[in-house]
């Protein structure tokens, strides 16, 4: 090895889209092509969105919600509308509950189609990119059946959800499961089945199994480290009670453990879906809201957990008992992750594998800076 | 992995396999892309449906819509004139402005295209700019999805058949928790507080109820409208006719919210503890006002907040005039008169009772040592039916019978008893009829959707057993011997509308029908007797139609003279509207003392 390439150096791995929905900076220190040290800069996309719902109403609040994160509003929607729920001591009717359980699993699908597009694109293969996120909007059409937009939905509010399934759509929600789920195994050849996924995944970005826990790494990142953990399973809410399903698990904690975690979750969400279209109840899709331009939120504070696709989120919300949260905060997964973690493990590897090891671990900068 | 590893280099060629099939993505601009049947996309506004009420801008967190006027729309009652306009360069397309339109009228579509390079065409009219939009309505909100609460919280009443048998108050008022909830249907967009003849600050005392602020709110009303408890029964409430909840639901019960927080305060110390007006200091000036009735009384009270030395002289013992004397007490007890009228007291209002004015004192008089005078009289004398046998025993004027019933004078109707007219004075003589124990039979000349009385009086008439007898026109009262009353002879009507106009109520030949009573009580309207003017100020008076003329001010033709409620007054002969004259004489009082 030459001198020069010994030289330690800083590069700055951009600040647009490094891989992943959202503006984020890694400054690296490096040795030829290795990885030193890693240090997260943020603060592109800071919109205050925290600071902002003090100043707006209860329900002009709930259309901040799904901006938090682009590619998975809805969580952000329903764990917000249940911490007021929890706050207001409001019971959501049985049929909206399984309503919200699917609209959930959806978001989990579309959110992992378009993962497909991040992972498989940051080591090169684009093809499978372009299928995917293809195929994803087959899920965003029935989203706009149901909510009337593709991405931001603003569909679950407090109290249940806005509007009732539209005529046909259960049966096109049927024939979308069947699609994707027929598209899985292309999938698999293009990328399990790939000797170059194989070999760039294998053994990269690995997160100890003994760490995982103290780091506070959640999602498919702490279910590809070998750990069982779901608040779907751990804490039930909505529907998911009544649903069967498995949360899959990997040893390993590389990137190649965490995209096997993604790819078996795909079916059970097809599955929870299917489930909870079977057995939708009949009745009253929500329990409304008094007057929105009057309504105030019993003082209190609420924590209340989901599992988001990127892992377990949980909101706090305080009421001072007006019209307006006194503050409401996120604890998403993607601070976590995209700071915590990115830090500990990336010393060491290639810088070709940053921005992949940054996909598989289901960093989300806008919710970072929230 | 070693490089032989075939299956991982062959298997992504499986991706072949699906060259040739067709794509299915669109070509955009020779294709558009179909969106869903609520698809939320631009908006789209029925300007006439709106009632330009502003929820929609409110609601908007981006202040992205604002209220624009329009060349096209008017406005008027019940619509500010104004109609949302979008900047779409700020709209999110939550839409959560059509989920709280109260009238429906916003609605999305399922347009999202708009390619200019003028930004301002991205500030459409919804409706104005995009007229054919309406054929792609999309998201829109029906009542059950809605968030407004269309349905009103019911009032409580006393039971039809307990009624007639007392006087006792029909309307058993709401209860805190049921104001609260009322309260909370109001969407605040002030439509009302246009249409208030004294403009009363409608949505903000009815935030105050809703926060559970009852004192608050009780200050907001003081501030304009001094005898809010008898509005709070027997207001006609032009408000609650424009309430944008109205269009397509129950309309705010603002009469009844204003009643509650009257009645939470129930005695004039504690009013004035709660009211706690500023006091302006005394200026010196006199002002005589004649009548004590709700425009006398309110100009004293509001003169006497701005420091002016009052005298109020009325004819009678009691304070109130025709809310005193003329509205029956399961309306209005006599005790939420009082209670108000000795609050007035203590502001400083000075009250002159059994002094009629023209006889115990002259006007002139009245006019010379004051420096402005007002004059609040109302409408004494009844107009007459103009039949045969008019005066015979057993025919009433309405206002005379209310009168005698209120003072409480005992007054003999006999067992049968026919009202005549359709107003809610008409509606009063009826269920005080019942209340003194006769069947009542009411006959009007239009058809019952066509009454000017209040509806809530005239189902409560309903439920007390009143009759109703529409389209009839009475011709003759029939007398025994002794010129007593023993029927009522009518004509039947029918309606006929001429030229498209309001139809009118023509007589049929020959339908005479007589109905057997023992007393005709005739509801038709009344007139003011100016008797107490001295001959040269009424040539000098200008009056308008047998009223009073007034200007802005209420200021008559006379110097220094002013003059409000009913004699001044067509249509809205009312206790609101005589507030509002008050409200606004004491306005023009000032302003022509405080000028010199």
């Keep these: 090895m030459s001198k020069t390439r010994e030289k330690e150096t800083t590069l700055y791995l951009d600040p647009q889209h490094p891989g992943i929905t959202g503006n984020m900076m890694i400054k690296l220190k490096v040795k030829g092509d290795t990885v030193i040290k890693a240090e997260t800069h943020v603060g592109y996309l800071h919109r205050a969105f925290e600071k902002l719902v003090e100043n707006r109403n209860w329900l002009q609040s709930f259309t901040l919600m799904c901006r938090f994160c682009v590619p998975e509003p809805d969580p952000m929607e329903l764990t917000f509308a249940r911490a007021v729920e929890k706050l207001e001591g409001r019971e959501v009717p049985e049929r909206a509950k399984y309503i919200r359980t699917i609209v959930a699993e959806l978001a989990r699908i579309q959110s992992f189609l378009l993962w497909y597009g991040g992972q498989s694109g940051s080591s090169g293969l684009y093809t499978l990119g372009q299928w995917s996120v293809g195929d994803r909007n087959y899920i965003l059409d029935l989203f706009e059946d149901l909510t009337g937009a593709r991405i931001y939905h603003m569909y679950m509010w407090p109290g249940g959800v806005r509007r009732d399934l539209p005529k046909g759509w259960i049966d096109k929600a049927y024939k979308t499961m069947d699609y994707i789920e027929g598209r899985l195994d292309n999938y698999n050849q293009l990328l399990f089945d790939n000797a170059i996924f194989q070999k760039r995944a294998q053994g990269v970005g690995i997160i100890p199994k003994d760490k995982a826990i103290e780091w506070g790494v959640v999602g498919a990142p702490l279910r590809g480290t070998g750990i069982k953990h779901d608040v779907r399973i751990d804490e039930p809410y909505d529907a998911y009670d009544k649903m069967k399903f498995v949360v899959p698990t990997y040893e390993g904690g590389d990137v190649w453990a965490r995209a096997l975690v993604r790819r078996d979750e795909i079916k059970q969400s097809i599955s929870i879906v299917r489930q909870a279209l079977d057995n939708l109840p009949e009745g009253s899709y929500y329990n409304r809201i008094p007057n929105p331009m009057k309504w105030t939120v019993p003082a209190g504070e609420a924590w209340v957990k989901t599992e988001s696709v990127r892992g377990e989120i949980g909101f706090y919300v305080v009421s001072d008992g007006g019209n307006k949260p006194k503050r409401v905060h996120l604890k998403g997964a993607a601070y976590t992750h995209g700071v915590t973690v990115l830090e500990k493990i990336l010393p060491g590897q290639n810088i070709a594998d940053v921005s992949f090891i940054l996909n598989s671990l289901g960093v989300c900068p806008p919710e970072i800076e929230r | 992995m070693s490089i032989l590893d075939l299956k991982g280099i062959l298997s992504p060629l499986g991706a072949l396999k699906q060259i040739g099939k067709t794509p299915h993505t669109i070509t955009f601009p020779d294709e558009q892309k179909r969106t869903s049947e609520r698809y939320r996309g631009f908006h789209y506004n029925s300007l006439d449906d709106c009632i330009g009420c502003g929820n929609c801008s409110t609601i908007c967190m981006n202040e992205a ?83 407004n609460v269309f349905d009103r919280v019911p009032m409580r009443e006393l039971d039809p058949d307990e009624r007639v048998k007392s006087f006792a108050e029909v309307m058993l008022g709401y209860n805190e928790e049921e104001a609260r909830r009322e309260a909370d249907r109001c969407i605040s967009c002030g439509l009302c507080t246009e249409a208030c003849p004294v403009h009363m600050h409608i949505p903000e005392y009815i935030n105050a109820i809703a926060k559970g602020n009852d004192n608050d709110a009780l200050q907001i009303i003081y501030d304009n409208n001094d005898l809010p408890e008898v509005c709070g029964k027997v207001c006609t409430r032009k408000c609650e006719d424009v309430c944008a909840i109205q269009v397509r639901g129950e309309t705010v019960a603002i009469r009844w919210l204003k009643g509650y927080v009257t009645e939470t305060v129930n005695n004039a110390d504690l009013i004035k503890k709660v009211v706690n007006p500023e006091i302006r200091e005394p200026n010196n000036y006199k002002v005589g006002i004649i009548g004590a009735g709700p425009a006398g009384l309110t100009a004293a009270y509001y003169l006497s907040l701005r420091g002016y030395s009052v005298t109020i002289y009325e004819a009678h013992k009691d304070p109130g005039g025709m809310i005193m004397y003329g509205i029956p007490k399961y309306r209005l007890p006599y005790d939420s008169i009082q209670k108000q009228v000795d609050y007035m007291k203590k502001m400083g209002v000075k009250i002159h009772y059994n002094t009629k004015v023209g006889k115990d004192i002259q006007f002139q008089e009245i006019y010379d040592v004051n420096d402005a005078v007002f004059m609040g009289i109302g409408l004494q004398n009844a107009y007459t039916l103009g039949i045969e046998n008019e005066d015979a025993d057993g025919v009433w004027s309405a206002i005379d019978f209310l009168k005698k019933v209120n003072s409480d004078e005992k007054v003999e109707i006999g067992k049968k008893v026919v009202v005549v007219g359709g107003g809610n004075v008409s509606i009063d003589a009826a269920r005080v009829s019942r209340r003194l124990g006769a069947t009542v039979n009411q006959s009007y000349r239009r058809r019952v959707k066509d009454m000017p009385a209040d509806w809530e009086e005239i189902e409560g008439a309903e439920d007390e057993g009143v009759v109703f007898m529409p389209q009839t026109i009475p011709t003759r009262v029939v007398t025994d011997e002794n010129n007593k009353t023993i029927g009522l002879e009518y004509l039947k009507a029918e309606m006929v509308s001429q030229d498209g106009g309001r139809p009118r109520p023509v007589p049929i030949e020959g339908s005479e029908t007589i109905i057997e009573c023992d007393s005709v009580i005739s509801a038709i309207g009344q007139q003011a007797d100016f008797g107490l003017l001295p001959k040269e100020i009424m040539e000098e008076l200008e009056m308008n139609r047998g009223k009073i003329a007034i200007n802005d001010d209420r200021k008559t033709s006379i110097p220094k003279l002013f003059a409000g409620g009913d004699s001044v007054r067509y249509g809205n002969v009312d206790a609101i509207s005589a507030i509002a004259d008050g409200y606004y004489a004491t306005i023009g009082i000032d302003k022509m003392l405080m000028k010199k």
């Design chain 2, 65 to 147: 819509i604002d209220m624009v006027g329009l060349a096209e729309i008017n406005g008027g009652k019940g619509d500010s004139g104004l109609r949302p306009r979008v900047d779409y360069g700020r709209c999110c397309y939550c839409a959560l402005c059509v989920d709280v339109c109260p009238t429906g009228s916003l609605n999305m579509t399922k347009d999202y295209v708009q390619v200019d390079n003028d930004p301002f065409t991205f500030l459409m009219t919804p409706g104005k700019d995009n007229p054919d939009a309406q054929e792609r309505i999309s998201f829109s909100a029906d009542l059950e999805s809605s968030l």
